[in-house]
């Protein structure tokens, strides 16, 4: 299989115009392609994965040891080789974020609201640390000391909370509309509550910059090669990644129509089936040049936008 010129035309530009930040690149390689096949890369077979998005040695071995200082990667000598891996509270919290990025965006409302009550009783640093993270979880701050999402994850902010060590300084409770007396509208209340006018731009981007690269790929005449097959796999999740984990996640029933980030998936989705199978060949070729027994991705895998086959 030869590279399609037309797909590399459009990679290169991709790369010129959104160069990606290389630690957040590193972070899209080892949740999407080096978990799968144990989450541990030997630093010779990282630094053959960001080649081709044009990220040298140099760049990449300050990017991992960033993200080790954060507490994202550990590293391992062997000798004079190196090794990384995912940290296991990083794993966690890498396979949510995952979670979200390959499954649908079908959540229903129960007519519920979890409510985070009582952060006016932290002090100045832990407020705003609580209002970083439930934000980036997707709750609304609605007034001073209450923090509120109409689907949230009682999985995610029970690790929130334990990994801040705020389980015993807040209080967490579900509630619903009381009948019989009339309110504001809940439009009114998400409107508020929620700007989801960048989200709405980001979709609505992601599917004019890609949707000519899935008319390409389903239009060439022979299949993609593996490499490049793997740089469009990364390249499709890194740019689908930003705007998806900015998304509060609101059920269907509380978002605008059309909502783009329906849109957004499933041609995502659609990429990645045809890109998944040629870039394991490559990834797996790169892993086992440095590691003869790196094994073939785990099951879970093959369950990544609905299922792979």
Not at 117 to 132: I, P, Q, V, Y
Not at 242 to 263: F, I, K, S
Request: proline share 7%.
């Amino acid at each position: 299989m030869q590279n399609n010129q037309k797909i590399n035309d459009w990679i290169a530009a991709f790369l010129s115009e959104e160069p990606p930040r290389s630690k957040s690149l590193v972070m899209t390689i080892f949740g999407d392609s080096v978990v799968p096949h144990g989450g541990m890369v030997w630093l010779g077979s990282l630094i053959e994965m960001l080649a081709p998005f044009g990220v040298n040695d140099r760049l990449l071995r300050t990017s991992v040891f960033r993200l080790a200082q954060e507490g994202w990667l550990g590293s391992q000598r062997d000798g004079r080789r190196s090794n990384y891996s995912i940290m296991p509270d990083a794993q966690r919290r890498l396979a949510r974020a995952y979670r979200r990025v390959y499954s649908p965006l079908t959540t229903h409302w129960s007519g519920n609201w979890t409510l985070v009550l009582g952060t006016n009783g932290l002090d100045a640093a832990e407020r705003a640390s609580m209002r970083k993270e439930l934000l980036w979880e997707g709750y609304s701050v609605i007034a001073p000391g209450i923090a509120c999402h109409p689907a949230g994850d009682a999985e995610a902010l029970e690790a929130l909370l334990q990994r801040m060590g705020m389980l015993n300084k807040v209080y967490v409770c579900q509630v619903s509309e009381l009948p019989g007396v009339r309110g504001k509208p809940l439009a009114d209340l998400v409107a508020e509550g929620w700007d989801l006018s960048d989200v709405i731009e980001g979709y609505t981007k992601f599917v004019a910059r890609f949707t000519p690269l899935l008319e390409e790929l389903r239009s060439a005449p022979e299949p993609i090669a593996p490499e490049q097959a793997f740089v469009v796999r990364t390249l499709v999740i890194h740019a689908y990644r930003r705007v998806q984990l900015h998304d509060p996640q609101l059920p269907v029933e509380l978002l605008p129509t059309p909502w783009p980030g329906a849109a957004a998936y499933e041609l995502a989705r659609e990429l990645y089936r045809v890109t998944w199978e040629p870039a394991e060949q490559h990834i797996l070729a790169t892993l086992r040049r440095e590691d003869p027994d790196a094994p073939t991705a785990a099951a879970a895998f093959y369950d990544r936008f609905t299922g792979l086959r």
